[in-house]
């Protein structure tokens, strides 16, 4: 039988600590995901639903966007993709009877935890201005309520129009198509506030935005750096790929400023030797960087590669690429002194066993994450990957390339799909050629500018697709006031979360179907249909998913079905787009798509072969380069890292392992020793005693800024952790409120939540 949710909130933030592991996943993995799937959903729930899991009959799993296996395995799921299909099919409802119990002001004091595990929220729900209930409305009231604010706008720029990364392709396409005919591109995406700065580099040095390796490459690598990623909490089923690439006599480099237990050794459920054995080790090489020391990391590995006779792929070179000899030039004029080496926190032999392994490597793979992507100077950093693989020519051949890794099961696919606040004007020009309107040119807002709109009162109208905005986005205190200032704040949800009670003056929630549920739509002719969506994996595979549960409430309605009926209540008869068929039948979406969007050609054919299809990369395909130059671009840069005062700490924000991007699914990180608690940051044992903190004490963390401004996070227990010098590390959204909205990577504007220079001011008088 299902658990009920927990009736309290846990009262103590009481952090229980013992040593990290030094392994990741096995039977613990097993029994953990299969306890928190009952607690949700019972037991026979728990095996239908798993089973179907990114299965090719089944639906995505809802949480990263790892791809899948040409032949997905009978439990084609990790623990955390288990806790995200629980999560959402749970047999937990928050119905409107919960709402009359519950006063917003009371749900403001709970925690993001025991909101999430409340369940799935059942009917649209209203607040009115002033009041401090929802009270259920219906559809037709809800349109009405969100078209009475769009149309009294003085401007569409007025409405921002956010994307979390789970939403369809279907429904993305649709999202951005209303829009844009409304009139605006404020279309920001939790992309803003991960890989943006991947895209931006990725774009400028190879002309798309995209990861460059399919998961055969994996296989074929022979080298396999992962840097600034947390695989076995974050992309779990990865390390199956990089246990069968070690099979395969790969060897792995990790970077990263913590050890982390998933790239030290793998215990694979699946096989006898992960069960009851040992495992297998993963990382041959840990370089334990210093917070935002990769750039200069891979600027002294290109320096290696370019003082090594013979090292150079010439001929790539120079048929593929442009600016070599101004990098080169750069590069070796650079002081590879002590002052570049203390930037990475690493000795010289680290870096020269890495660069033997490099040298030793003819098909290198770069895998990366928010350690790469979250820092002032990401995008400089991105390129000076891109400049290392390009130097071997480890571009557009099989067993090498770029791995940008998503975080989110269809983020790229919503980008893919036209939700950018900064669309190329092709895409605009299709758009047009294909719906008769002209779209707006101007760029719009990301997230940390819509973020100021809202906080300035130039924008009044925050409609989410999905996500947890406000306790996503950084700069805590500023963003719920801001979001407190709209004249209406709506979500489009399944469950319950902080956003929903940080509101404007008036507020909707409109609750959705879940990918694990059939979505059946009945047409003007009475006949039903069941629907299917696609979505876009990390790698750019493109597949169907198919829900296979009975919605959690008869009251639901698909994104694709609230997005076209919206938009019919707000364009009106001026709209000559067919939103009734759209929501009727996704197959004439994906035909429209086929007009729109490149390599969607005959969609939906291509989309029945079992595992759907690849898009087309073209340097992977043809090492053909659609930048600027018509080639490769080398980046001359300058090395970056941050600058940190003397006595003060440079720290990272990440996830636990109980916790996917805000949703908490409980309060353990146990690969990092940690149990029952949130509130803890992770120091260096020599650094804490330096600042005279024992291992449990408590530290406020502060966060100093050079416009002199300070924030706090007050009462965190310091836990003596092996990261490296000078490096912290805690979990947010706890710790979104030390980071300020400007401080941002340039270029790409994404909140540089791996490098916030922080103080320990000891609390509690310890
Ligand atoms: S690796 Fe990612 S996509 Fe795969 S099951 Fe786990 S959470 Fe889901």
């Known amino acids: 039988m299902a658990g009920k949710p927990p009736a309290s909130d846990p009262v103590q ?263 009851a054995g040992g495992g297998t080790a993963l990382t041959d090489l840990f370089l334990q960087v210093r917070l935002g020391g990769d750039q200069a990391l891979f600027r002294a590995l290109n320096r290696l590669i370019l003082n090594t006779d013979g090292a150079l792929d010439e001929d790539f070179i120079r048929a593929h690429t442009h600016g070599f000899e101004e990098f080169a030039q750069a590069a070796r004029a650079d002081d590879d ?79 893919t799909m036209g939700i950018f606040e900064r669309p190329a004007p092709a895409f605009l020009d299709a ?63 399944t469950k319950l979360n902080r956003s929903h009670v940080i509101t404007g003056a008036r507020a909707l929630i409109l609750p959705t179907l879940g990918r694990t549920e059939r979505d059946v739509r009945r047409g003007p002719d009475g006949k039903s249909a069941e629907q299917f969506v696609t979505v876009e994996d990390s790698m750019g595979m493109v597949h169907a998913s198919r829900g296979r549960l009975e919605p959690a409430s008869s009251h639901l309605l698909s994104e694709t079905a609230i997005v076209a009926r919206l938009a019919r209540r707000v364009l009106g008869e001026r709209s000559r787009t067919p939103w009734e068929e759209f929501a009727q039948d996704y197959a004439a979406i994906r035909d429209r798509i086929a007009q729109v969007v490149p390599g969607f050609e005959d969609f939906n054919t291509k989309v029945a072969r079992p595992g759907g299809f690849a898009l087309p990369h073209a340097p992977r395909d043809s090492r053909s380069f659609p930048t600027a130059t018509g080639k490769a671009n080398f980046t001359a840069a300058p090395v970056e890292y941050p600058a940190v005062p003397e006595g003060r700490l440079l720290l990272q924000t990440l996830r636990s392992h109980d916790q996917y991007n805000t949703t908490i699914y409980g309060l353990s990180d146990r690969y990092r020793g940690i149990k029952n608690g949130r509130r803890v940051v992770l120091v260096h044992p020599d650094d804490a005693r330096e600042r005279g903190l024992a291992d449990g004490a408590y530290a406020d963390l502060v966060s100093e800024w050079t416009d002199g401004s300070e924030r706090r996070a007050a009462g965190f227990r310091v836990v003596h952790y092996p990261t490296a010098r000078g490096c912290a590390a805690a979990y947010y959204p706890e710790t979104n409120v030390l980071i300020p909205l400007d401080h941002t990577a340039d270029t790409s504007n994404t909140p540089a939540a791996k490098s916030v220079v922080i103080r320990l001011e000891s609390a509690r008088g310890d």
Not at 90 to 104: E, G, I, K, M, Q
Not at 115 to 144: I, K, N
Not at 448 to 460: E, F, H, M, P, T
Not at 462 to 488: I, K, Q, W, Y
Request: aromatic share 6%; proline share 6%; with cysteine.
């Open 13 to 275: 933030d009481a952090p229980e600590v013992s040593a990290p592991q030094h392994s990741a996943v096995g039977l613990p993995a097993l029994t953990h995901a299969l306890r928190i799937s009952q607690q949700q959903m019972g037991v026979r729930r728990t095996a239908l639903t798993l089973l179907r899991v990114n299965q090719q009959d089944g639906f995505d799993c809802p949480g990263c966007a790892w791809p899948e296996p040409d032949k997905p395995h009978t439990a084609e799921f990790c623990e955390n993709g288990a806790k995200a299909v629980a999560e959402e099919a749970t047999l937990r409802r928050v119905t409107p009877d919960f709402f009359a119990a519950h006063s917003v002001a009371d749900l403001a004091d709970r925690s993001g935890y025991w909101l999430g595990q409340q369940g799935r929220l059942t009917h649209p729900m209203y607040l009115a201005e002033g009041a401090d209930h929802y009270v259920p409305v219906s559809w037709e009231r809800a349109f009405d309520l969100v078209g009475e604010e769009l149309t009294a706008l003085d401007s569409p720029d007025e409405a921002v129009f956010y994307t979390s990364g789970r939403t369809s392709n279907e429904a993305a396409f649709l999202y951005q198509l209303f829009a844009r005919e409304f009139g605006t591109n404020n279309l920001p995406d939790c992309s803003n506030m991960c890989h943006e700065s991947s895209g931006s580099a990725l774009t400028e040095t190879l002309g798309i935005g995209k990861g460059s390796v399919l998961l055969e490459d994996l296989y074929q690598a022979d080298l396999i750096i992962v840097a600034g990623q947390n695989p076995g909490t974050n992309h779990p089923r990865m390390l199956t790929a990089l246990e069968k690439a070690k099979a395969g006599g790969a060897k792995i480099i990790s970077i990263n400023p913590l050890p982390e237990a998933g790239l030290e050794r793998f215990k694979n459920p699946q096989t006898p030797r992960g069960l």
């Open 337 to 415: 002194g002590d002052e570049t080496l203390a930037a990475t926190g690493l000795t010289r032999e680290e870096i020269g066993r890495a660069g033997e392994m490099v040298l030793a490597s003819r098909r290198t793979i770069v895998c990366w994450a928010m350690g790469l992507t979250q820092h002032k100077h990401s995008v400089p950093t991105i390129r000076e990957v891109v400049n290392f693989l390009l130097l071997r020519g480890n571009i557009g051949r099989p067993g090498a390339g770029v791995c940008p890794v998503r975080g989110h099961s269809n983020v790229q696919g919503d980008r």
């Open 431 to 493: 758009l047009e050629r294909e719906f008769g309107f002209a779209p707006p040119r101007e760029h719009g807002l990301d997230v940390v500018r819509a973020i100021r709109a809202l906080r300035d009162g130039q924008a009044k109208v925050f409609f989410a697709m999905g996500g947890n905005f406000v306790s996503a986005t950084p700069d805590t205190d500023v963003t719920e006031a801001a979001m407190r200032r709209a004249r209406l704040t709506v979500h489009v949800s």
